[in-house]
Nanobody, 115 residues
């Protein structure tokens, strides 16, 4: 499975971006898909997660501002990011967790929020 993330860029504080993560290969039995981020000098952290059934989980720091969604048939996951803050600046990585085979990661897309 290969994941390709896109949609990052430079945006002013208060603005919006939409990230997409397209999957190719055998995506049979996706358990959950998610977005993580890693800011300079910090550890990678979970931003949002969505299960194959549609249940979602968000980091407290993004609740009410970010929305994760997916097209399970295509294995595509999206992250709508609104009201962006400078502290949202990071490289964002998409992740798919597939039954038996484990975790797959995209290469990351940089989001820079200017204050």
């Amino acid at each position: 499975v290969q994941l390709q993330a896109s949609g990052g860029g430079l945006v002013q504080a208060g603005g919006s971006l939409r990230l997409s993560c397209a999957a190719s290969g055998n995506i049979f039995r996706i358990i959950h898909m998610g977005w993580y981020r890693q800011a300079p000098g910090k550890q990678r952290e979970l931003v949002a997660l969505i299960t194959s059934g549609g249940s979602t989980n968000y980091a407290d720091s993004v609740k009410g501002r970010f929305t994760i969604s997916r097209d399970i048939a295509k294995g595509t996951v999206y992250l709508q990011m609104n009201s962006l803050k400078a502290e949202d600046t990071a490289v964002y990585y998409c992740n798919h967790h597939i039954a038996v085979r484990g975790d797959y990661w995209g290469r990351g897309t940089l989001v820079t929020v200017s204050s």
